[in-house]
């Protein structure tokens, strides 16, 4: 008999994570396939980050941290608010997490009661939705249209407003449309937000640095907005750290205090090294790691002209982070190699099984017409894997 509560029962597995695990299986059968699918750079750590943790060890860094970071590391993410952003955050408005997961787990759990309402506009990112539910929120899908960019308009967000909207959380550049927030585009939800004094904002800028078009904007820039907003970020991408688990947040000191308690009861503080090997990562000129997101660039050029000679792959142009989002709505209701094509789910499928490449269904973004394909692979990857992707569908 199923004991589990039904807060775990009613939890979707992480698509990303399961699409991996599915093209692991097909790897152990000996299946030769091609991971398009996890949105981790396949870029090694820079060594002078390594070298930063190497000393740490020897340093004995090795006991738990203050909760919320190391001091250290807390003003070196004040310097780098300052510096790229333009934000002016002090020590007790910093709490550094495990990942920036942690980071959105912890503002969700501070934030909202059950039944509030947390705008999310689509496509967002994976977990946010569950992320909320786990708190007993309630999502609302805001559609957004690739003629758009997949970006939410001031007259969409007013629409979505109901007395029990708690927050909006987006990304930009956003997994997985690579959209990115112009100053005017943020200006223009602020305004709304404006008469809704009782709304918070979550700002994901993980991919921040992976940004091809420049010209990042954050909400909390904005004088009216800094109060009401909590700004995510994190190393795992443009320092290529996935698996060093650090992220932080700046907020109004009131939340950065409850997310300090919550993590106080469940995790403590982050990994002591990985804080240690942070404060160099985040001390260091952007431009050393130019290399990763020039590389990028030129992948994202490459998969966009590869992607554009397959009928029915209908994409925007994205500005940041390593993906593309593809509208492939136009196979559904076809059969292709005797297997009939319904939804995104059956089209990722129907990629893995047929052509051996993982990508990731839109559904689990909240876009039902699209799949998201990495370009965080090898160039000579990624044209074998569209290689293979036009011959299955054809
Ligand atoms: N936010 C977005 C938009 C992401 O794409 C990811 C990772 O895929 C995260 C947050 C989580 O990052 P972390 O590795 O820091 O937990």
């Known amino acids: 008999m199923n004991q589990l509560s039904d807060r775990i029962n009613n939890l979707a597995t992480s698509a990303t994570l399961a699409m991996a695990a599915k093209a692991r299986e097909l790897r152990a059968e000996g299946k030769d396939i091609i991971g398009l699918s996890l949105g981790e750079p396949d870029f090694n750590t820079p060594d002078f980050i390594k070298e930063a943790a190497i000393e740490a060890i020897n340093q004995n860094y090795n006991s738990y941290t203050p909760v919320d970071g190391y001091v250290e590391l807390k003003e070196a993410i004040i310097t780098k608010f300052k510096r790229d952003n333009n934000l002016n955050y002090s020590l007790p408005q910093i709490v550094v997490s495990t990942g920036a997961k942690q980071a959105l787990a912890n503002v969700a759990a501070v ?13 967002y990112w994976v977990s946010y939705s569950d992320i909320v539910k786990l708190s007993d929120g309630v999502p609302v899908e805001v559609q957004t249209s690739i003629d758009n960019d ?16 708690k927050m909006i959380w987006y990304s930009s550049p956003c997994n997985p449309s690579g959209s990115v927030y112009s100053k005017e585009e943020l200006r223009a939800l602020a305004d ?4 809704h004094p009782h709304i918070y904002v979550v700002s994901d800028e993980i991919y921040e640095h992976i940004n091809f078009k420049g010209g990042h904007f954050s909400m909390a820039e904005f004088e009216d907005m800094y109060d009401r907003t909590v700004t995510v970020n994190g ?4 320092f290529a750290m996935t698996g060093w688990r650090i992220g932080y947040i700046g907020a109004p000191d009131w939340i950065a205090r409850a997310c300090n308690k919550m993590q106080g009861q469940i995790t403590s503080g982050a990994n002591c090294i990985a804080q240690r090997a942070v404060i160099t990562a985040l001390e260091a000129d952007p431009s050393r790691i130019k290399y990763m997101v020039d590389e990028f660039k030129e ?14 792959f209908k994409t925007n142009e994205p500005e940041g982070a390593f993906y593309v989002f593809p509208n492939v709505s136009s196979y559904f209701g076809k059969t292709i190699k005797g297997k009939t094509i319904n939804n995104a789910s059956d089209f990722s499928l ?45």
Not at 150 to 161: D, G, P, R, Y
């Open 350 to 394: 129907f990629l893995l099984e047929e052509a051996l490449v993982a990508t990731v269904t839109g559904e689990a973004f909240g876009n039902p017409d699209c799949i998201r394909i990495s370009y965080a692979a090898s160039q000579d990857n990624i044209k074998e894997a569209i290689k293979r992707i036009k011959s299955a569908l054809s």
């Open 235 to 238: 190393v795992s991408k443009a």
């Open 192 to 195: 709304v937000l404006k008469k």
């Open 299 to 312: 992948r994202r050029k490459l998969i966009l002209d590869l992607l554009s000679e397959i009928e029915g």
């Open 150 to 165: 997949f970006k939410m308009t001031a007259e969409q967000l007013e629409a979505a407003i109901t007395p029990k909207t």
């Open 111 to 123: 934030m909202i009661n059950p039944g509030d309402e947390v705008i999310l506009p689509c496509p």
